[in-house]
């Protein structure tokens, strides 16, 4: 746990909200150890427009001022895209009722791509980038700026899986979005630290954990449990879950307290040809491949620490000012 010392990790967000990523930006935004420098958007969840509109009202809703929000791409770098309806709703962000009003964060003039650059080159120490949608944006920055690649401290995404997936029996989500551009990120030789569905699925949103957000009794912490109320019942419908999962925000939370996760060193592959299994990341836990471990992969995850920071967040982000 972050104890106070030392100085926050300057990060970037880029996402897709989407209701996990909602309280990723929350956590990201309400805790000390992190210097939130900027969101960027991308489409997944939902259409990119969808997706920065989300980020923004967000951002109004928690009082999260002067931090830049930019859209990003809006499609994967091949084929068609696909957003996720069935899970998080038609506006991407169903179940609160935001309302039809502009939100009164701004989103910036500069698309994701600009603001990235812009933020690598001028900030004077190594960012890290916590990519937890389709990861066609930081491929792109790979790919057209190559040189940046040494301003990048790591990167810390949510996506993949040891195990099965969650779109195909093979394939998680993030992934099966833009195979191509998981596997440039994955295969970049920078530090990347992975947080699949395998980890993701020990962090279930239960009755007794929506009871703690809602005894906190500010207009954040309801609209939290709207958010994860909606949220659970996608997951109850279409999955048969009792609770959902809150992958995204495992991403923050590692940086808060690398304690609360174990992870280990493992080759990671995405498969881009099968015809059953395109966009499964292929994981050799143990070694049996001969290929150097070059990912992190998150395997277990202190649950309950996990939602201590989360529970605190929304109570920091929520209360008066002045207290």
């Not at 909602?22 to 956590?27: Q, T």
């Not at 259409?47 to 994967?76: D, F, M, Q, S």
Request: hydrophobic content about 45%; some cysteine.
């Amino acid at each position: 746990m972050w104890d106070g010392g030392g100085m926050p990790v300057p990060v970037i967000l880029d996402c897709d909200p989407g209701h996990d990523d909602a309280f990723n930006i929350l956590l990201a935004a309400a805790h000390p150890a992190v210097d939130l420098l900027a969101i960027t958007t991308v489409a997944g969840n939902q259409t990119v427009e969808k997706t920065t509109l989300n980020a923004r009202r967000v951002c109004a809703a928690a009082g999260i001022r002067g931090v830049p929000i930019a859209a990003g791409r809006a499609r994967p770098l091949r084929g068609p895209g696909r957003v996720a309806e069935d899970i998080h709703g038609a506006s991407g962000l169903d179940g609160p009722g935001f309302g039809t009003a502009e939100p009164d964060v701004p989103q910036d003039p500069r698309d994701a791509l600009t603001l990235l650059r812009d933020i690598l080159l001028a900030h004077p120490e190594p960012v890290t980038l916590v990519p937890t949608g389709p990861l066609t944006n930081i491929a792109v920055l790979l790919l057209a700026h190559p040189e940046l690649a040494a301003r990048i401290g790591r990167i810390v995404l949510m996506g993949g899986s040891t195990e099965r997936g969650n779109t195909t029996p093979a394939a998680e989500f993030n992934i099966l979005c833009d195979p191509e551009a998981a596997d440039i990120v994955l295969r970049s030789g920078l530090p990347v630290t992975m947080f699949g569905l395998n980890a993701t699925h020990q962090v279930r949103a239960t009755p007794e954990v929506v009871a703690r957000i809602a005894a906190l009794g500010t207009p954040l912490s309801r609209l939290c449990v709207d958010l994860l109320t909606y949220f659970a019942s996608t997951y109850r419908e279409v999955f048969g879950f009792d609770a959902p999962p809150l992958h995204d925000p495992l991403t923050v939370a590692h940086l808060i307290d690398p304690a609360l996760a174990r992870v280990v060193p493992a080759a990671v592959a995405v498969e881009l040809n099968g015809t059953y299994t395109r966009g499964a990341t292929v994981v050799d836990l143990h070694g049996v491949t001969g290929l150097p471990a070059g990912v992190d992969v998150a395997t277990d995850i202190d649950a309950d620490r996990f939602w201590d920071l989360i529970v605190e967040a929304v109570r920091t982000l929520g209360a008066p000012a002045g207290s």
